[in-house]
């Protein structure tokens, strides 16, 4: 109890908030890594994703790069970090291969669970296969795409901290300067730090998927014509 409240004495002192090394300019690092790494995630995992959910080609890939989170990422980031190097390239690629995995599970699961009559029903009208994917299976697949991004987001953020271990950067540097100074409130303050911002962003992202699931309008029968004027 003793040590937490000395942490939390330590979250109190305007000092460390401010400066280079401070709370904000850490926090600012951690969460700009955050967005630069789900941002990375999704390039690679989206196209990916709603390609093999379309075609239903190469579902041993999803499979494969599930099987890659039970990686340590401590370990990735150690092997990153001989082959790399000391700085951010090495936290950079250990912490894609973390985000990747949910972020295309839920791209294909979402375009493959599209009701197949809903689809074909859309190819018998003429549709083209973009349309159907823009028209049909994106929409279907919204909410799973979103719950992915808000998977891999909050893995991130809690994970950035080992950004510290190859690189002087990001909210970990609380945690490795503390542990190594026995520095505990510290290090127990920095990691409620963490914990808050992941809870921001958890509620950020909550509140964002309950506004797409309100805008996604749900999708007509497969017999009902007014699927062809929908898209």
């Known amino acids: 109890m003793n040590i937490l409240w ?59 790069t599930g099987a890659a989170r039970a990686v340590p990422t401590l370990g990735v980031l150690t092997l990153a970090g001989l082959w790399l190097g000391i700085g951010l390239a090495a936290p950079t690629l250990a912490l894609l ?14 375009i493959a ?23 049909v299976e994106a929409p279907h697949a919204a909410g799973l795409v979103a719950a992915g991004l808000r998977s891999a987001t909050l893995q991130v953020i809690a994970t950035t901290t080992l950004a510290a271990y190859t690189a002087n ?15 505990y409130a510290e290090m127990i303050g920095g990691a409620i730090v963490v914990v808050a911002l992941a ?23 497969a017999g009902d014509n007014s699927l062809k004027e929908s898209l």
């Open 6 to 64: 000395e942490a939390l004495r330590w979250l109190a002192t305007p000092a460390n908030w401010v400066g280079e090394s401070g709370i904000l300019a850490r926090s600012a690092e951690h969460l700009g890594l955050t967005v630069l790494i789900v941002a990375l995630a999704t390039l690679v995992a989206l196209p990916v994703g709603t390609w093999i959910g379309h075609t239903g080609r190469g579902r041993w890939l999803v499979g494969a």
């Open 97 to 110: 291969v973390l985000a990747v995995p949910p972020l295309l599970s839920a791209t294909y699961s979402g």
């Open 113 to 135: 669970s599209t009701p197949r009559a809903t689809v074909d029903a859309a190819r018998a009208m003429g549709l083209t296969e973009p349309q159907i994917l823009v028209g």
């Open 169 to 183: 950067y990001g909210l970990g540097r609380f945690l490795y300067a503390g542990l190594k100074t026995r520095d």
């Open 199 to 221: 809870l921001l962003a958890d509620a950020g992202l909550a509140a964002a998927s309950r506004a797409l699931r309100a805008r996604t309008h749900s999708l007509p029968d």
